[in-house]
């Protein structure tokens, strides 16, 4: 369990992290010693984008996760509960198989993921990463569930700080807009609607071997027909 110390800690971190700049995933790393986190929007009212991310290696299992479509972020934002596994080497989960081993193999060996929401709206979800084995105990869980609750409503604040001012930069969702114009552009290639779009797009990302921003980058600046 989380040190009463550390808990008070991260939950008034997160408390203060509505402005722009203010690190959202710290305090789980600070609360949980876990080896990295990450936190994403997923559809909904803010659409599907990373939010932030303790690292570089965190950012890519979270980006992982977008390109196929699948994981424990995907699973606590639809199911609206934690997700808790603690060894994808031996004991992966029926429910994302392709995101269990592609997340093995970036060196992930024990994962959670927490539904990122307020009140009730479901924004997204929160991912702890561990190198090593790590068992969350039910009152980890219980904090950690609780963080990111306090967690989603700094975030949905950005998102409403930036719609007032006009400026999208207060809340960051380069990924979301030029996957989402991607997305439109190969609707219009080929003549389907938005989730088959969307599939060619992740199944093209997912076959090369290589990131779907990437291949979205690609697709908006015309390098990249699939006409």
């Keep these: 369990m989380a ?17 722009p700049g203010g690190d959202l995933c710290r305090p789980f790393l600070d609360a949980f010693g876990v080896s990295g986190a990450a936190m994403s929007t997923l559809g909904g009212p803010l659409g599907t984008g990373a939010v932030c991310a303790s690292d570089r290696l965190s950012a890519r299992r979270d980006e992982i996760q977008f390109d196929l479509g699948e994981g424990p972020c995907w699973q606590a934002h639809s199911t609206n509960r934690a997700v808790v596994e603690s060894d994808l080497a031996t004991a992966p989960p029926a429910a994302w198989p392709a995101a269990a081993a592609a997340l093995s193999e970036a060196g992930v060996t024990s994962v959670a993921a927490f539904p990122l929401s307020y009140g009730r709206l479901d924004l997204g979800a929160v991912d702890l990463y561990s190198d090593e084995r790590r068992e969350l105990t039910d009152d980890e869980v219980d904090q950690a569930s609780t963080l990111a609750c306090i967690a989603g409503r700094a975030v949905l604040t950005r998102a409403l700080d930036a719609l007032e001012a006009g400026d999208d930069s207060l809340f960051p969702t380069t990924f ?22 969307l599939l060619v797009i992740r199944g093209h990302a997912w076959s090369s071997g290589r990131p779907l921003r990437e291949i979205a980058s690609e697709i908006v600046l015309r390098r990249l027909d699939f006409s």
Excluded: F
């Design 3 to 19: 040190e009463p110390v550390a808990m008070r800690a991260a939950v008034a971190a997160l408390a203060r992290a509505t402005a």
């Design 176 to 197: 979301s807009r030029e996957v989402h114009q991607a997305s439109g552009i190969v609707m219009v290639q080929l003549g389907v609607g938005v989730d088959e779009a």
